[in-house]
Every structure is written in structure tokens, then in C-alpha cells.
């Protein structure tokens, strides 16, 4: 896909994640938006994945580690092909397969289950060592919160992947500075997270602007010719990127917008696809 | 009879300022969990005293049993199964084994995270809490026990695990000082007796109208501590009615239920039915009571199954 079409798509990924947190009248939208661009890249540029064939065995895997942007890989999956995009309005519906936390028993799509923070790195690194294991080439992405870096699981997980040269993962940490407390450096500072991830014998590529195509594809271009080490590709976002009144807002973490709101955001998001 | 309705987080946060304000050794840990644990307040006046860890429960856990070595009593409250699950083995062996006087509080606890899937509900903490050995377990059942329950469980010396929920809950009782281990007869009875506890105790109390109207006089126990249990009180209910019915938001393996069983499984003709959560992994629902009535949890459903149990 070239830069527009990049853009386009993840601007109705914007659309469809506050669709479903509204119409679930709950959920986090914040961390969705911010990483809105970064999971399009993926899906859209960069993964050898096929709707029609989820499961195909050399597929690229997945795993959202930071398991409460659900809205956003459920929006990717959906306009991918692996589920009809209507269904996204019954998120956390009863009845409904899309729960509020990714199950890969349920859903099409989802490698990993998760929504305990931290555990889904640890997981990717699984998958990676079992390629490395039985001579397959695919590549494992894990996407996970800043805050969630504070979590011990994902140093354990990321001492083994340099300790083994898992050269086939790829971590990407977006870096919205926030968490449910506030700021995250006012929580508990996880900084500097370039130089945790190099100590931790990873190649790590700074990323400026996560929600720039041009900076991502440069960014996982670097990746795919990394040998010998794993990848952090650690990225500068704003949380809530695309709804004004979301942005760089904590308290648009975990809730959903109100009627007025909805309607808002998404007037918005409709100019910013006319552009 | 059910009166006010409050928020069980807020009025936690707020009762555990009010006592700091006069215990200056009570320190508050969170992770990440802070302001939706009802701390807002805490955090204003009592900075210093307030430890904000960032995601790191398994951590916070230790540091709190660390920092109850030097004579603070630390309180750590998130969401239910990231202080139970996730850092078990902190618990047993810092709190537990140690005996480090470090209160543990799960919010947010059975199935009140009702549309956030399986991670976030917390149907086993009962189960995992009531194996360690000196735990105290406490399942407040209206905001005003909430409020004594927390007096209580900080003046109380050694480890406790609480448990509160998520949507606001009516004042049941008249304000009396809470006593770790004593049970109450919210109601006498002789056809059955049903042990209660926590935020199921309303959905009791509503099912109890339904079941007078068909004839049937219910013993009615609360149980506001689950660990230990208020074992006389019971065995003497039991000897009465012969038949039990336990009702708990836990599955119904492993919980109270399976406690009271154990404790009633030596004598003659008592029968012990549970009422909670298949041991499944449970479904989800957008709405709390939606999901409670999916698992006859709701009144009506509490007061169907003991009819059925007694066979009308
Ligand atoms: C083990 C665990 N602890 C706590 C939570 C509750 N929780 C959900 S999201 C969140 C904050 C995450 O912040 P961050 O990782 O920065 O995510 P983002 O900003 O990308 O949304 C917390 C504490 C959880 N899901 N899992
Ligand atoms: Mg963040």
C-alpha cells in the first residue's frame, strides 16, 4: 500500500475503534488511537498474513501484548477481511465473540489472548523460538503499552530473546507517555527505554513520530535486515491521536465517549479523510 | 430495608483516609490503580505516604511485606485477580508465610468487570486466598460494612485479603463495629439456611420476598468474613434446618461454598447446595445484571434454585 492509502485506512480504523467503544459504552480508546498507524502498517505493509487463512502455518504472528487495545486489532482484523466490519458494534455485547480482551479461541485472527499486562511478550518470544526451532521463517510482532514495560515479565521475557538472538521478533513499544495515573514518568519512569532494550542486547530503533507512515516504513524496513539480535522499535505516539479532545488526555484511557462526543470524533476523523 | 446507593470503591478509598488520618503508620501502594481504587483524596493529603508503583503488582506485594517488616501497614488495592493471581506466590510466602501485616484489597472482584472478558474477572481469589495459611478473608456486603470492615482489618495485626466490587451497592445494615470472624442471622428461619456474602447478600435479601411469598421460612447468615469462617454460627443453623444452600460471585468450586461444605461434611443429614459460578471460564456481557441473571445470581434466580433444592 502506498502512504495514502496507508493513511485512508488507518483514518477508518479511527472510525470503526470509536464506533465499537461507543457502542459498547465502554473500553479504551486512548492507547487504540495511538497505535492506530503502527497496527495498520502491520496488517496492511508489512505481515504475511491471509484473512481466508487464518491459521495458515507460516503465517507472520501477532501478539498484542497490551490487550485493552482490542478496539484497535479488532478494527484491523475486521477491515482486513476476517470478520464482517458490522460486527465490530457488538463488542462486549452479550453473546458476542469480540470480548473486551482478545481470546484466540474465539476470534479470527487473534494469535494470542491477553489483557493481564505483561504476558504477551513472553508469549511472542515463544512463538519466535519455536521458528528459530523448526527452521520456519516467519516473524513474530508484540505490541506493548508503556506502562505495561513496567511489568518484571517483559524484562524477563526480553533478557531470553537477546540472551537467544531471536532475531525473528520484533517489540514495539508505544510510547504515548501515558498511563491510567497520569504520566508515566510520574507513575514509575520506565525511561530510558532505548537503552533498557540495547542493555538487554536487543537492535532498537528510535522512531520519532509512530503515527507517521513514512517513519514506520523506514523504521520496519531496518528491522527486516537485522540479524543475529531482536528488535525494539520503540515509537513516539500521542495517545488518543485523532480525536482533538482525546488527545494526550489520560482520562480517555479506558472510556468510551458520550453521545455529543461520539459525534464529534467522528466528524472529525471524517475531515481528516477528506484531506 | 435496602437503602442508599454508594460506590464501593469510593467509599473504601475514603474510609482508608479518614483512618490514615489518625494511624499515621497506614501507607497506601498502588499500581496504576491508584485514582480508580478511591484514592483521589489519599493521594491529595497524605502524598508522602502514598507509593505509586506503575504496573508491577508482583513487585508492589513484596515491597509492601518489606516496608510491614519496619512497622507500616501498607494497603495495595487493584483490580481483583492482579492482586491474587498474578503475584500468588508473593502473597503466600511475603504475607502469608511471613506473616507481614500487609492488607490486600481486589477491586472490581467476581464478575462486577462484567464486559472486560475472562483476565479481568476474579472468580477464584476465595479459593486462592483461603490455602494460605493465616489469611484473613473479607467480603464486606453494603458500604457502610465496607467502611467498619476497614477499620477492622487495619487495627487487626497480620495479613488480610478484601474484597470489594465494581457498581454501586445499597446500605442493607445498621452501622455496628465489624468483627472479624462473626457472622450475622440477617433473618431466622427453619425450611433452609442460606450463608451469604459480599455484594450477593442484596440479590438474597430481594430473593427472600419471593421465597416468603411461596411459604418458605429462610435462615438468612451474612458472612462479611469468608476466612475465618464463623464456624458455630453455621454448624448451629445447619443442625436446625438440615438443608444449606451457600450463594458467593466465586465459582462454586473452591470458595465459601466449598468451605461451608467441608466444615458441615461430618454431620448427619445436612445437604449443602452452592450457588455461584459453573467452574467454566466466564462468558462476558456488556451489563452486570444482565450477566448475574445469565448465572441465576440475580434474585430471582437465587430464590428459583432454592425452591427447586427444596423440592417446590
Ligand atoms: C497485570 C495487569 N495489571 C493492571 C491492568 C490494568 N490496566 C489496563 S491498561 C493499564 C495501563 C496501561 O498503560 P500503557 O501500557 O501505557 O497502555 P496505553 O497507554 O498504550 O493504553 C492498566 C494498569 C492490566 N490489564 N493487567
Ligand atoms: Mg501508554
Known amino acids: ?19 465499537a467503544v461507543y457502542s459498547a459504552k465502554s473500553g479504551h480508546p486512548g492507547g487504540s488511537l495511538s497505535a492506530a498507524d503502527v497496527m495498520t502498517y502491520l496488517y496492511f505493509e508489512e505481515m504475511n498474513v491471509d484473512p481466508k487463512n487464518p491459521d495458515k502455518a507460516d503465517r507472520d504472528r501477532f501478539v498484542l501484548s497490551k490487550g485493552h487495545n482490542a478496539p484497535a486489532l479488532y478494527s484491523c482484523l475486521a477491515e482486513k477481511g476476517y470478520f464482517p466490519v458490522e460486527d465490530l458494534k457488538t463488542l462486549r455485547h452479550t453473546g458476542s465473540y469480540l470480548q473486551g480482551h482478545p481470546d484466540m479461541k474465539h476470534i479470527p485472527g487473534v494469535d ?23 527452521n520456519e521463517d516467519y516473524r513474530v510482532f508484540t505490541l506493548l503499552g508503556d506502562g505495561e514495560i513496567q511489568e518484571g ?24 507517555g501515558l498511563q491510567i495515573d497520569g504520566k508515566i514518568d510520574d507513575v514509575c519512569s520506565p525511561y530510558p527505554i532505548i537503552d533498557k532494550f540495547a542493555a538487554f542486547n536487543f537492535k532498537v530503533i528510535a522512531v520519532e513520530d509512530g503515527n507517521d507512515f513514512d517513519q514506520l516504513d523506514k523504521a520496519f524496513n531496518e528491522a527486516r535486515l537485522t540479524d543475529g539480535q531482536p528488535v525494539a522499535i520503540v515509537m513516539k505516539t500521542v495517545k488518543g491521536k485523532g480525536v482533538s479532545f482525546m488527545e494526550d488526555q489520560a482520562g480517555w484511557h479506558g472510556k468510551a465517549p458520550n453521545d455529543d462526543e461520539y459525534k464529534q470524533a467522528m466528524e472529525e476523523l471524517e475531515k481528516a479523510g477528506e484531506a | 430495608m435496602i437503602g442508599e446507593l454508594m460506590d464501593p470503591r469510593k467509599t473504601f478509598g475514603k474510609a482508608v483516609t479518614e483512618i490514615a488520618k489518625e494511624n499515621k503508620d497506614v501507607v497506601v501502594f498502588s499500581a496504576d490503580s491508584g485514582k480508580s481504587s478511591g484514592f483521589g483524596d489519599f493521594i491529595d493529603q ?86 494460605i495459611p493465616g ?31 465494581n457498581p454501586k451497592i445499597p446500605v442493607l445494615f445498621e452501622r455496628k463495629p465489624f468483627v472479624i470472624g462473626k ?34 421460612k429462610a435462615k438468612i447468615i451474612g458472612l462479611p468474613t469468608v476466612l475465618p469462617l ?56 456488556s451489563n452486570y445484571q444482565e450477566l448475574l441473571a445469565y448465572y441465576d445470581l440475580d434474585a430471582k434466580g437465587i430464590a428459583k434454585s432454592v425452591k427447586a433444592y427444596l423440592g417446590k
Open chain 2, 46 to 131: 497524605f502524598p508522602e505516604r502514598y507509593f505509586e508503583c506503575g504496573i508491577m503488582e508482583q513487585g508492589a506485594v513484596g515491597m509492601a511485606a518489606g516496608m510491614a517488616t519496619a512497622g507500616k501497614i501498607p494497603v495495595f488495592c487493584a483490580i481483583a485477580p492482579f492482586v491474587t493471581c498474578r503475584p500468588y506466590e508473593m502473597v503466600r510466602n511475603d504475607m502469608g508465610y511471613m506473616k507481614q501485616n500487609v492488607k490486600l484489597v481486589g477491586r472490581n472482584c467476581g464478575i462486577t468487570y462484567s464486559d472486560l472478558g475472562v483476565t479481568h474477572q476474579s472468580l477464584d481469589d476465595f479459593g486462592l486466598m483461603r490455602l
Open chain 1, 1 to 19: 500500500m502506498n502512504k495514502e492509502m496507508l493513511q485512508k485506512t488507518a483514518n477508518q480504523i479511527r472510525k470503526d475503534i470509536v464506533t
Open chain 2, 183 to 216: 457472622g450475622d442471622i440477617i433473618q431466622d428461619g427453619e425450611d433452609v439456611t442460606i450463608i451469604t456474602t459480599g455484594s450477593c447478600t442484596k440479590d438474597v435479601i430481594e430473593a427472600n420476598e419471593i421465597l416468603k411469598e411461596a411459604g418458605i
Open chain 1, 153 to 176: 515479565q517483559v524484562w524477563e521475557a526480553a533478557m531470553f530473546a537477546g540472551a537467544k538472538k531471536l532475531d525473528n521478533l520484533i517489540v514495539i513499544v508505544d510510547n504515548n
Open chain 2, 135 to 165: 489469611m484473613t478473608i473479607l467480603a464486606p456486603q453494603d458500604p457502610v460494612e465496607i467502611e467498619e470492615a476497614c477499620k477492622a482489618m487495619i487495627e487487626y495485626e497480620g495479613p488480610v485479603y478484601m474484597r470489594i466490587g
Open chain 2, 230 to 285: 464463623d464456624e458455630d454460627l453455621i454448624r448451629d443453623a445447619a443442625a436446625e434446618t438440615k438443608k444449606v444452600v451457600t450463594v458467593e460471585e466465586h465459582y462454586i468450586n473452591g470458595g465459601m461454598g466449598s468451605m461451608v461444605t467441608e466444615l458441615l461434611s461430618d454431620m448427619d443429614g445436612v445437604t449443602v447446595k452452592r450457588l455461584g459460578i459453573p467452574n467454566i471460564y466466564a462468558t462476558t456481557s
Open chain 1, 112 to 134: 494470542m489472548t491477553s489483557g493481564s499486562l505483561g504476558q504477551g511478550i513472553s508469549a511472542a518470544v515463544g512463538m519466535a523460538l519455536s521458528a528459530k526451532l523448526f
